[in-house]
C-alpha cells in the first residue's frame, strides 16, 4: 500500500513522542512537568491569541474539561493553571454560529442539552426525574412499573 502525502508525516517531521498528546489535559501535564508552569502558561496564552473562532463547547468548556481529568489524577497544579484561565475564556454558549441568527434562543437550549449529555449532567436529571415518578407511584399505591423487556 502506498503512503497517501495527505496523512503520512514527512521524514523529517518529530511526531514520535508527541503522538500521545491528543487532549488538552495530556498535553497540560506534560508541558506542566517538561517544562514548568510558566511554559504551560505561555502556551495557553498562544491558545488564546489563536483561538478566536472556538468549537460548538466553547474553550472555557474545554479548560474545564481538561482541568477535571487532571484532577482525577491528581495532577492539581496543572488544573488550577487551566482553570485559572478558564475563568477569562469564552463559553460555547456565546457562539452564536451566524446561520443560528434570530434563533438564539433555541440554539442556547440546544447547546445546553448537548454540554449537559456531554458532561454525563443529563443522565444523572433523568434518573432523579424517574426515581421520584417511582418513588410518588409506589406511595399513591401504584404497582412499579416491570424493568422486564
Not at 1 to 29: H, V, W, Y
Not at 67 to 96: C, M, Q, W, Y
Not at 125 to 138: I, K, M, P, V
Amino acid at each position: 500500500m502506498k503512503a497517501i502525502q495527505t496523512n503520512s508525516p514527512r521524514e523529517d517531521e518529530d511526531t514520535g513522542e508527541f503522538a500521545c498528546f491528543d487532549t488538552l489535559d495530556s498535553l497540560a501535564a506534560y508541558m506542566h512537568h517538561q517544562y514548568g508552569e510558566e511554559m504551560l502558561r505561555e502556551l495557553l496564552k498562544l491558545f488564546a491569541k489563536h483561538d478566536e473562532s472556538t468549537s460548538s463547547y466553547g474553550r472555557r468548556e474545554h479548560l474545564d474539561d481538561a482541568a477535571s481529568e487532571l484532577e482525577k489524577r491528581h495532577l492539581d497544579k496543572p488544573a488550577a493553571i487551566l482553570r485559572e484561565f478558564a475563568l477569562t475564556a469564552r463559553s460555547g454558549i456565546e457562539n452564536v454560529p451566524d446561520y443560528w441568527r434570530g434563533k438564539e434562543d433555541h440554539w442556547r437550549r440546544n447547546w445546553i442539552t448537548r454540554r449537559k449529555m456531554q458532561t454525563g449532567e443529563l443522565k444523572r436529571e433523568l434518573r432523579r426525574e424517574y426515581a421520584e415518578r417511582d418513588r410518588q407511584s409506589q406511595t399513591n399505591g401504584h404497582k412499579p412499573p416491570s424493568h422486564k423487556h
